[in-house]
């Protein structure tokens, strides 16, 4: 079955760092794009970036550069969003989603259920 | 960068015609395309390349464009349609995307 499973909701501190996951399988992990999508409570999606496993190339929105790092480990089909020192406005449901890139299409065509990170002291 | 325009909501009777707009000069230039997103669940995917609905989604969402503005219509609305509409974009490289602002559609 074609799918990304995200891992489990987060608890964290302010100033902790976090690291969540998003595996894939049923189709070729390298030769598709993953992104990152933001979701705070209540609100709409917000895109954060976006990596090719095959070569690592990664791609951030402006508003999140600098604020996380997004990375993949081809080997093990997954991909990874992580903070360094989480605050409280990370409080946010995370997506990954796979991006379909053809012919001038950019459009995310599977996504993962989604990660709950809940900052707070 | 630049943002994409949703009506914020969007309330429709049961076999009525929804039509969702969103607007930005850039979509006179790019494509959008098309989420639902339901109720505690993540989004899916409902029309792409302007028109074309993926395997799964109803007949009834279709997608249209005309100038600065991308329109997705729900023919024959039904309660299980209820749910969040975004449009999404991205500039032709590939670089930068946008989520539209977001439409709640109720179904009365």
């Known amino acids: 079955e074609v799918q990304l499973v995200q891992s489990g909701a987060e608890v964290k501190k302010p100033g902790e760092s976090l690291k969540i996951s998003c595996k894939s399988s049923?189709?070729?992990?390298?030769?598709?794009?993953i992104g990152w999508v933001r979701q705070m409570p209540g609100k709409g999606l917000e895109w954060m970036g976006i990596i090719y496993p095959g070569d690592s190339d990664t791609r951030y929105s402006p508003s999140f550069q600098g604020q996380v790092t997004i990375s993949a480990d081809k080997s093990i089909s997954t991909a990874y969003l992580q903070w360094s020192s989480l605050k409280a406005s990370d409080t946010a449901m995370y997506y990954c989603a796979r991006l379909t890139a053809v012919a001038g299409h950019w459009y995310f065509d599977l996504w993962g259920r989604g990660t709950l990170v809940t900052v707070s002291s | 960068s630049y943002e994409l325009t949703q009506p914020p909501s969007v309330s429709v009777s049961p076999g009525q015609t929804a039509r969702i707009t969103c607007s930005a000069d850039?979509?006179?230039?790019?494509?959008a395309y098309w989420y639902q997103q339901k109720s505690g669940q993540a989004p899916v995917l409902v029309i792409y390349?302007?028109?074309e609905r993926p395997s799964g989604i109803p007949e009834r969402f279709s997608g249209s464009s005309s100038g600065t503005t991308v329109t997705l219509t729900i023919s024959g609305v039904q309660a299980e349609d209820e749910a969040d509409y975004y449009c999404?974009?991205?500039?032709?490289?590939?670089?930068?995307?946008?989520f539209g602002t977001g439409t709640k559609v109720t179904v009365l």
């Open positions: 390349k302007a028109t």
């Open positions: 999404q974009s991205a500039d032709n490289s590939g670089t930068y995307y946008v």
């Open positions: 850039a979509l006179s230039k790019q494509y």
């Open positions: 049923g189709y070729s992990f390298s030769t598709y794009w």
